[in-house]
């Protein structure tokens, strides 16, 4: 292959011809490297998230195998790295807690080293928002190959979904619906393949989100990890990128507010996370994009939920995909305006070209808009006294007979607190309660974990109740359902008027005026505000004080203060 004639910034490393160039090469030779693969061709890092720790991602080695096949033909160089992985079922106290980390890994180990473009293997909820998130700072030419959900979960003759039916299982024992022994049966039932949670929880979300941003080759989003298609994909992203590299298409021209319009309106059509707001907030902060949570309801709010898969409807990703994928939504997006078809792509086409015309072959998985899963689909922005900077809920996921509702609250100052007295029998709480968890939000929580869909009171759920008014500044897995208000602006622990709920007070929820008020004189809230006292931190140290210390609220995207923007890929110092 002829040599490029354009100069790569791994030529800075490679292309020396001084002591400085001596080292760089000569170490890289100790693996092999023929002589010909320094000699001014794209270097392409493959950001891998391979982690025996990470469920997930296990199957990474071998999606990054092909990968480095379609870099090799395109006249490349690919080099694979390793970074920080978070697993979401493994990872304590939340794998949010390190998703920061994991963009700050990223984004240094791609300053830091000779690349001339990445590509980003994501998988596992948090490893997505993180790799792009650091990939943004530093604003190269990449691309997203998502690792896929695993096949369909099948137990006793039924289908089952990750995250979707474990919360179902688990109340159902709590209610002497189901016994243990069918309970641990179905752990081997549910997870049985190579990928992520197969129903639209936030890895699903995410994947589609990179879709829908341009960020990913039409159509990888909903491949299974298992097929062929999967690695097929990956081949054709090494090839890809090395195009990327040549022409210089950066992130920052792929992520603009048109963009991010698209995967707010994608988000709502497939009744996607409440983390995906997070995520892309954080997202849209490093690629220097303005975008508010008040975006996010007036996108969003126009947009029917067509997707019929768990936790909102009953089907699940390899149905999704089968049906058409994320293609087939955005084309039926695009046929009604509801998709800005002009936005670019990393494959070099806009993505109405992409998706036009795209076919949905099953229409029970991917409703048409005459028949939609939900008439109002998306995630609702509230406002209110209780929550003035915002919370959400999610429309596709919550109970319509709870959409507005009027209840006295029963507080919980902590989730230990909660765990210590919900099942109590002397609890007073029935169906028209409405159930309020304090400190657990980005710093009262560090990490804000996945603990808003609190579990209902045991007796409660042996007289047939399965959901109720939830309110919390935590978030919730994207795989739950229920009427669960998230991610309250500002969170109890920073003094928010969460904190200064008390059970017995009357709340009020009303979705569709994006209402959320805590029925307490003004006066009395202000006696209540003197009084409280913030929670003393623990501040042991290490990335933990880091953490807390710099950690935006959720409407920002939880990133940390000092890393919002763009810093580019420069090396304050190339030598030696």
């Avoid at 936030?202 to 879709?211: F, G, I, L, Q």
């Avoid at 006295?408 to 028209?432: M, N």
């Avoid at 968890?437 to 009171?457: F, I, R, S, W």
């Avoid at 229920?482 to 928010?496: C, K, N, R, S």
């Amino acid at each position: 292959m002829a040599k490029d004639e354009k100069t790569y910034r791994s030529a800075s490393w490679f292309g020396l011809g001084d002591r400085d160039g001596f080292i760089h090469r000569s170490w890289m030779r100790n693996q092999g490297y023929p002589d010909d693969l320094f000699d001014g061709r794209p270097v392409i890092g493959i950001c891998n998230t391979f982690s025996e720790l990470t469920p997930c991602n296990g199957h990474f080695r071998q999606i990054a195998d092909y990968v480095k096949r379609g870099v090799y033909e395109a006249g490349g160089f690919p080099l694979e790295f390793p970074v920080t992985s978070t697993g979401e079922t493994l990872v304590r106290p939340s794998a949010m807690f390190l998703r920061n980390l994991m963009a700050m890994d990223v984004e240094e180990s791609i300053r830091a080293n000779p690349i001339d473009g990445v590509v980003l293997l994501t998988g596992c909820d948090k490893t997505t928002p993180g790799l792009l998130m650091g990939a943004a700072s530093c604003d190269l030419p990449s691309i997203v190959v998502p690792g896929g959900p695993m096949l369909s979960g099948r137990f006793q003759g039924t289908t089952i979904g990750s995250g979707t039916s474990v919360w179902q299982f688990s109340e159902e024992v709590r209610a002497g619906k189901m016994s243990e022994a069918d309970f641990l049966e179905a752990e081997s039932c549910m997870s049985r393949s190579a990928g992520h949670c197969m129903t639209m929880g936030t890895a699903s979300t995410m994947a589609s989100m990179c879709e829908s941003l341009g960020l990913t080759l039409p159509g990888a989003a909903a491949i299974p990890a298992v097929d062929s298609r999967r690695y097929k994909t990956a081949w054709l992203t090494g090839r890809r990128i090395v195009e990327m590299v040549r022409e210089d298409l950066r992130l920052s021209k792929i992520l603009t507010r048109t963009a991010f319009e698209n995967a707010v309106r994608a988000n709502a059509a497939i009744g996607g996370s409440t983390n995906a707001v997070i995520h892309l907030m954080a997202l849209a902060g490093r690629a220097e994009v303005a975008l508010s949570l008040e975006d996010w309801d007036e996108w969003g709010r126009e947009v029917p939920t067509l997707v019929n898969l768990m936790p909102a409807g009953r089907f699940l990703m390899e149905d999704f995909y089968y049906a058409g994928g994320l293609p087939g939504v955005l084309a039926r997006l695009l046929e009604r305006n509801l998709l800005r078809g002009e936005a670019p792509t990393v494959n070099g086409r806009t993505i109405g070209e992409n998706v036009a015309g795209t076919r949905v072959w099953n229409e029970e998985v991917i409703r048409p808009f005459d028949k939609p899963l939900l008439a109002s689909g998306g995630i609702a922005v509230l406002k209110g006294n209780l929550a003035p900077g915002g919370a959400l809920v999610k429309v596709a996921a919550a109970s319509k007979n709870l959409m507005k509702h009027t209840g006295r609250a029963v507080v919980f100052s902590s989730i230990e607190d909660y765990k210590a007295r919900i099942d109590d029998p002397a609890l007073e709480i029935d169906e028209t309660s409405v159930m309020v968890l304090q400190n657990c939000g980005p710093k009262g929580y560090p990490g804000m974990a996945e603990v808003g869909n609190m579990a209902l009171p045991e007796k409660l759920l042996k007289k047939g109740v399965r959901d109720m008014v939830r309110i919390s500044d935590a978030r919730m897995s994207g795989t739950a359902y229920g009427t669960v208000v998230l991610h309250v602006v500002p969170e109890a622990a920073d003094g928010g008027p969460l904190a200064l709920v008390r059970t017995g007070d009357i709340i009020e929820l009303d979705v569709e005026a994006r209402r959320l008020h805590l029925d307490v004189p003004e006066e009395e809230l202000q006696h209540r505000r003197r009084q409280w006292q913030p929670p003393k931190p623990s501040f042991p140290g290490g990335y933990q004080e880091l953490y807390i210390r710099h950690v935006q609220q959720a409407d920002k995207g939880c990133d940390f203060d000092f890393l919002r923007g763009r810093r580019g890929a420069g090396v304050p110092k190339e030598n030696h």
